[in-house]
């Protein structure tokens, strides 16, 4: 079965923290995994996809196929990195996405 | 581009009333999404569109729910009769073809609130 989870529904820190966002995943074939956030009261954006190996904001993400994972992480986080981030796997075939559960960051002053 | 636009904003209504919920998708692309969050299950796909024909509406929660996609510029989500649980937020989304470089446009969301 194809799964997404995020095994923490908050994750709290001070700013200058190194954070980590936890995703793992189930799929049989070759994985594409995103990473998207939502700030408060705003529409849902991409931050980062695996396959472009990019950092946005200071967010790096590596898929780990061993562990079938793809954390999200910062090593400083600042107080406008608090918002919803949801963790999504590419279903194969048409252009599905399923979500993970979403975990919330909240970063303190 | 303006984006994904989604109307209304926001809807209150009274339980057993219809509720129509609007969306644009960003001209060109070939899919739309509808999803529903929550708190309790956060976000959930109900049903998308490739080239306005649906694809999967396994994720459509009962009856109640339909949607549709007349063109390729508009699609609406239809709840009727609405029930208190249906409160959420709506989403839809839209992408270009296939594949990792084609992400999904989310719109700002309708918040429906069922009285």
């Known amino acids: 079965a194809q799964r997404v989870t995020q095994p923490e529904k908050l994750l709290s820190v001070f700013k200058g923290a190194p954070v980590e966002l936890k995703c793992n995943y189930s799929?049989?074939?070759?994985?594409?995994l995103f990473w998207y956030v939502q700030y408060s009261r705003q529409r849902l954006q991409l931050l980062l996809r695996?396959?472009s190996r990019e950092s946005i904001k200071g967010f790096t993400a590596d898929l780990n196929k061993g562990e079938t994972s793809f954390h999200l992480k910062k090593p400083f986080a600042q107080e406008e990195d608090s918002a919803m981030y949801y963790c999504?796997?590419?279903?194969?075939?048409?252009?599905?996405?399923?979500f993970g559960a979403g975990t919330r960051l909240a970063v303190h002053p | 581009d303006a984006g994904v636009i989604q109307s209304p904003r926001h809807e209150v209504t009274e339980m057993g009333q219809e509720v129509t919920l609007r969306c644009k998708p960003i001209?060109?692309?070939?899919?739309l999404f509808w999803y529903r969050q929550t708190m309790m299950r956060g976000l959930e796909l109900l049903i998308y569109f490739n080239n306005n024909v649906p694809i999967d509406d396994s994720g459509m929660p009962e009856d109640r729910f339909s949607a549709k996609m007349p063109n390729a510029s508009f699609s609406t989500l239809k709840i009727q009769p609405s029930e208190p649980r249906d409160s959420a937020v709506y989403f839809c989304?839209?992408?270009?073809?296939?594949?990792?470089?084609?992400?999904?446009?989310f719109g700002d969301g309708t918040r429906l609130s069922i009285l």
């Open positions: 989304a839209s992408s270009l073809s296939l594949g990792n470089n084609q992400p999904q446009h």
């Open positions: 001209s060109g692309h070939d899919y």
């Open positions: 799929y049989s074939g070759s994985p594409e």
């Open positions: 695996h396959i």
């Open positions: 999504a796997l590419l279903s194969g075939g048409y252009n599905k996405l399923i």
